[in-house]
C-alpha cells in the first residue's frame, strides 16, 4: 500500500470485503477489480488474512446465538430436542465443509494462479450471475408443485428462533407470525434438512475458491435449488461461511511473510471496517431473503464484469 494512502486504502477494502462477502456479488472479485481499477498495487496476504478475520467476527456476532446453541449442544448431558436439533446441525456443517477443505488444500497453488488475473476475475462473476438465477428459477418451479396454504400459523418457523442477534439472524419468517410462501409451499427449513441438501450446499462452495465467484451466492442458490426454503438455506450458508473463513485464514497464516508492507494501523482499520460492514451486510441479506430472492443481485454482477472486462482489456 501507498504510505500516504495506506489508511483511506484499508478503509475502501475493508469495507468492500465486509459488504462483498456476504451480499452475493464476490468478494474476492472485488478485492481483485477495485485495486486494479483505481491503479493501487495488489494487497499482500497479511492484509488479506485481516480482511477475513473482519468477517469472521461478523458472522460469529451475528450468529453467536446458534453458535452458543452449538457449543451446548457438545457440552451437555441433558436430552432436549434443542439438543439434539443442534448436534445435528453441527453435523451437517461438517460434512458440508469437507468438500471446500479437501479442495482447498489440493487446488491451492492453482487458485493462486487465477487470482493474480484481473480479466479470469472478471470472467468468473457471470458463473455466479449464472448460479444466481438458475438457483431462483429452479427453487420458484419446485415451489409451484406445491399447494401454497393462506393465512398465519401459530408459533415460529422453525428457522426463526435459534439464529441470530435479536432474532434477525435467525433467518427465520419476518416477525415469526404469517409464514414465508416458501415454507408454506412445503420448503425445507433447517431442521427438516438432510445429508442431501448439505453435500450440495458443501460442493457448490467449492466454485467459491475462485475469484469472481461469490461463497454466499453459491451456497444460498444452492440450497434453495435443492429445495430449502430462502430463509433456511441463508441461515445454513453463512453458517458454513465460518469454518470456510477460518480455514482459509489458518491455512494462510503459515504463508504470510508480508508484515512489513502494511502497518498495524491499516491492519486494524481493515478488520474494523470488514467487521462493521459484514454485520450490516449480513443483517439486510437476511431480511432481503425474507421477503424476495437473491437473483436480482446477478444483473449488478453481470454488469461489474462488463465494464471491468471493457476497461482491463
Known amino acids: 500500500m501507498a504510505e500516504a494512502a495506506g489508511w483511506v486504502q484499508a478503509l475502501v477494502l475493508g469495507i468492500v470485503q465486509g459488504l462483498t462477502e456476504f451480499i452475493p456479488v464476490s468478494s474476492s472479485a472485488h478485492l481483485v477489480l477495485v485495486p486494479a481499477l483505481a491503479g493501487w498495487e495488489r494487497h499482500g496476504l497479511a492484509f488479506d488474512v485481516a480482511l477475513h478475520l473482519g468477517t469472521l467476527l461478523a458472522l460469529i456476532l451475528y450468529y453467536r446465538a446458534d453458535l452458543w446453541g452449538i457449543a451446548r449442544s457438545i457440552t451437555t448431558r441433558t436430552p432436549s430436542d434443542e439438543r439434539t436439533m443442534y448436534r445435528r446441525l453441527l453435523g451437517l456443517l461438517v460434512l458440508a465443509s469437507l468438500p471446500v477443505a479437501v479442495a482447498g488444500l489440493t487446488l491451492d497453488d492453482a487458485v493462486e494462479s ?3 488475473s484481473p480479466t479470469a476475475t472478471a470472467w468468473l462473476l457471470l458463473l455466479t450471475a449464472t448460479v444466481l438465477i438458475a438457483g431462483e428459477r429452479l427453487h420458484q418451479r419446485q415451489l409451484r408443485r406445491h399447494v401454497t396454504i393462506p393465512g398465519p400459523v401459530d408459533g415460529d ?7 441470530g442477534a435479536g432474532g434477525a439472524g435467525g433467518a427465520g419468517g419476518a416477525g415469526g407470525g404469517r409464514p414465508l ?9 433447517v431442521e ?12 457448490f462452495q467449492t466454485l467459491a475458491l475462485l475469484p469472481g465467484v461469490s461463497r454466499s451466492g453459491m451456497t444460498i442458490s ?9 430463509p433456511a438455506a441463508t441461515r445454513f450458508g453463512f453458517l458454513l461461511g465460518l469454518p470456510a473463513i477460518a480455514g482459509a485464514a489458518v491455512v494462510q497464516l503459515p504463508r504470510v511473510d ?9 491492519l486494524l482499520i481493515g478488520i474494523a471496517a470488514a467487521a462493521v460492514s459484514g454485520y450490516l451486510a449480513i443483517a439486510f441479506l437476511v431480511r432481503l431473503v425474507s421477503r424476495a430472492g437473491i437473483d436480482r443481485f446477478a444483473w449488478y454482477v453481470v454488469t461489474v464484469a462488463v465494464i ?4 482491463l482489456r
Open 222 to 230: 444452492a440450497g434453495i435449488g435443492a429445495g430449502l426454503s430462502r
Open 308 to 311: 471491468s472486462l471493457v476497461v
Open 157 to 163: 418457523d422453525g428457522d426463526g428462533g435459534a439464529g
Open 181 to 189: 410462501p416458501d415454507e408454506v409451499a412445503g420448503a425445507i427449513t
Open 258 to 266: 508480508d508484515l512489513e508492507t502494511v502497518t498495524t494501523s491499516e
Open 192 to 203: 427438516r434438512m438432510g445429508v442431501r441438501e448439505a453435500l450440495i450446499v458443501g460442493l
Open 114 to 116: 487465477v487470482f493474480s
